[in-house]
């Protein structure tokens, strides 16, 4: 607990790289036991700023006192009272905010999204075609979330054989793994046109991508290829009727 705490403070004092703060964002959204400790820890720093804050009002007016005429003094107690109402009223308006963004943000479409391939995309699968030493290398290096690695392959593999859906997928996750939308979007585009493949999950995942990226049209356009993916029962089309339901 007292590293998790560490982890939780660092990442607020802004001492960890740009890595591992993606790291910690995505753990937020994905592990729910994690988000609870973090709004535990939001919610301890508010209560003792709080506390700090009326030790200071106490001491002011300590200040004032002295130079104008004398005030009762509070007694301890009820003032070590007030300062926990204070810290108590902190702590429950924290956890309401925390309980009530963490269940909007789970349950929005593109939170579902984002789930859905930190869930599925966490790794892959090696293939079985054997004739593609590069693809199993990128395949390695995503494994190991050397992404920019992973990602000069799988493009070196399309180059060299622009049938190779597997390549073209793959570094359609890596854009999504790099928040790279746009081009996550272009790759799947290009997937989903491929003709010839016995199942294509290109329609789902520029969904997806779409879902993730959440610029102004982009929730209608998903929408659009979601209920396309249904009705033709394309690749992902179970996940697709999930993803309907929270529009």
């Given at each position: 607990?007292?590293?998790?705490?560490?982890?939780?403070?660092?990442?607020?004092?802004?001492?960890?790289?740009?890595?591992?703060?993606?790291?910690?964002?995505?753990?937020?959204?994905t592990?729910?036991?994690?988000?609870?400790?973090?709004?535990?820890?939001?919610?301890?720093?508010?209560?003792?700023?709080?506390?700090?804050?009326?030790?200071?009002?106490?001491?002011?007016?300590?200040?004032?006192?002295?130079?104008?005429?004398?005030?009762?003094?509070?007694?301890?107690?009820?003032?070590?009272?007030?300062?926990?109402?204070v810290?108590?009223?902190?702590?429950?308006?924290?956890?309401?905010?925390?309980?009530?963004?963490?269940?909007?943000?789970?349950?929005?479409?593109?939170?579902?999204?984002?789930n859905?391939?930190?869930?599925?995309?966490?790794?892959?699968?090696?293939?079985?075609?054997a004739?593609?030493?590069?693809?199993?290398?990128?395949?390695?290096?995503?494994?190991?979330?050397?992404?920019?690695?992973?990602?000069?392959?799988?493009?070196?593999?399309?180059?060299n054989?622009?049938a190779n859906?597997?390549?073209?997928?793959?570094?359609?996750?890596?854009?999504?793994?790099?928040?790279?939308?746009?081009?996550?979007?272009?790759q799947?585009?290009?997937?989903?046109?491929?003709?010839?493949?016995?199942?294509?999950?290109g329609?789902?995942?520029?969904?997806?991508?779409?879902?993730?990226?959440?610029?102004?049209?982009?929730k209608?356009?998903?929408?659009?290829?979601?209920?396309?993916?249904?009705?033709?029962?394309?690749?992902?089309?179970?996940?697709?009727?999930k993803?309907?339901?929270?529009?």
């Amino acid at each position: 607990m007292s590293g998790t705490t560490e982890y939780i403070e660092a990442y607020f004092k802004q001492t960890l790289n740009t890595e591992e703060r993606k790291t910690f964002e995505a753990k937020c959204e994905t592990d729910e036991a994690f988000a609870k400790q973090v709004a535990i820890y939001l919610t301890a720093r508010q209560a003792l700023r709080e506390e700090l804050l009326q030790q200071k009002i106490q001491q002011w007016k300590g200040g004032v006192s002295q130079q104008e005429e004398p005030v009762p003094v509070i007694p301890m107690q009820r003032r070590t009272t007030f300062v926990k109402w204070v810290m108590y009223a902190a702590a429950a308006c924290l956890l309401l905010v925390a309980s009530v963004y963490l269940f909007e943000a789970n349950s929005s479409p593109k939170r579902l999204a984002v789930n859905y391939i930190q869930t599925n995309y966490a790794s892959l699968s090696h293939t079985m075609d054997a004739s593609h030493d590069s693809l199993q290398s990128g395949i390695e290096a995503y494994n190991n979330k050397n992404y920019d690695k992973a990602l000069q392959l799988f493009l070196g593999v399309q180059k060299n054989d622009p049938a190779n859906s597997d390549a073209k997928k793959y570094a359609g996750v890596v854009y999504l793994q790099q928040q790279d939308y746009d081009k996550a979007v272009q790759q799947f585009d290009e997937l989903a046109n491929m003709k010839g493949l016995y199942s294509n999950p290109g329609d789902f995942l520029k969904a997806v991508s779409l879902l993730e990226r959440n610029r102004t049209t982009d929730k209608e356009e998903a929408k659009i290829l979601l209920q396309k993916v249904v009705n033709e029962k394309e690749e992902g089309y179970q996940e697709a009727e999930k993803l309907m339901k929270k529009f």
